[in-house]
Every structure is written in structure tokens, then in C-alpha cells.
């Protein structure tokens, strides 16, 4: 029985091993625990998915609860996916703020997901890379 909840007080080692077992750790600094610390402090809507004490699904977002929410992080272990995991996600996530327009970047192994689950793709979003860092070391 999976167990979902709400919060971003979490082990920063348990989610990043989740990371790198859904594969997005592939696409996150995961060897940067300073920085993902900071990726999940600075969250303000987390829904997780346990089994037992096993962290084994994460919703990390960003919102204003009224307009917008961005779905950052969607990442659930390999060996529980296809088992509604995500979708349940989306789903709680959505629901902390169902006024707010649910938005995401998907990962390129990700992209056939997403309609499946009823979202819509639109061309017209942008992004600007981060600016390069200029200190040595």
C-alpha cells in the first residue's frame, strides 16, 4: 500500500538515491548535495510516495497556489513505475492548488507520458540557461 505526503522535510540521501533510481538523476545535480538541499528547501509543494519507510516517488513544485504551479521534479523508482505512482502525483500535487495552472518541462524519455495522463503540449514555452559560474574551483 503506497502512502502519500506532503512536506519537504525529507532525508536529502533518500531523495537523491530516489533521483538516480527513476533515472532523473541523471538530469539533476545529484553529486551536489548543497545544491539539491537547496532545490528542496526551496520547494513549497512536495508530495511524496512511501512504501512503508521507503521513499519511492516525489512531486517537487514550485507555486503561488492561485495562478501557477511548476512541476520541477517528477521522478518515481523504476522497478514501482507503471503502477499509477505518478499519476497519483499529479493528482495531489494538482490538487494543492486547483486554481493554479499545472506546468512542466518534460525529459526527453518522459515525453510520451505526459499526454498519456492529460496534459497538453505547447510550443511556445521558453527557458534561459543558468548564467555560467565565473568563480574558480
Do not use: C, K
Not at 4 to 16: C, E, H, K, Q, S
Not at 62 to 81: E, I, K, M, P
Not at 93 to 106: G, V, Y
Amino acid at each position: 500500500m503506497i502512502a502519500y505526503r506532503t512536506g519537504n522535510d525529507l532525508d536529502l540521501d533518500a531523495v537523491i538515491e530516489l533521483y538516480v533510481d527513476s533515472t532523473l538523476g541523471q538530469r539533476r545535480p545529484v553529486s551536489d548535495h548543497g545544491r539539491m538541499q537547496r532545490m528542496l528547501s526551496h520547494a513549497n509543494l512536495v508530495v511524496t510516495a512511501w512504501d512503508g519507510s521507503r521513499l519511492v516517488g516525489i512531486s517537487r513544485s514550485l507555486t503561488d497556489f492561485a495562478y501557477a504551479t511548476y512541476l520541477s521534479d517528477l521522478a518515481v523508482r523504476l522497478s514501482y513505475q507503471r503502477q499509477g505512482i505518478g499519476r497519483e502525483l499529479v493528482r495531489l500535487t494538482r490538487e494543492a492548488a486547483p486554481q493554479a495552472t499545472l506546468i512542466l518541462l518534460a525529459a526527453p524519455a518522459a515525453e510520451a507520458y505526459y499526454p498519456h495522463i492529460g496534459f497538453e503540449q505547447f510550443p511556445q514555452a521558453w527557458i534561459l540557461r543558468p548564467i555560467p559560474s565565473t568563480r574558480a574551483g
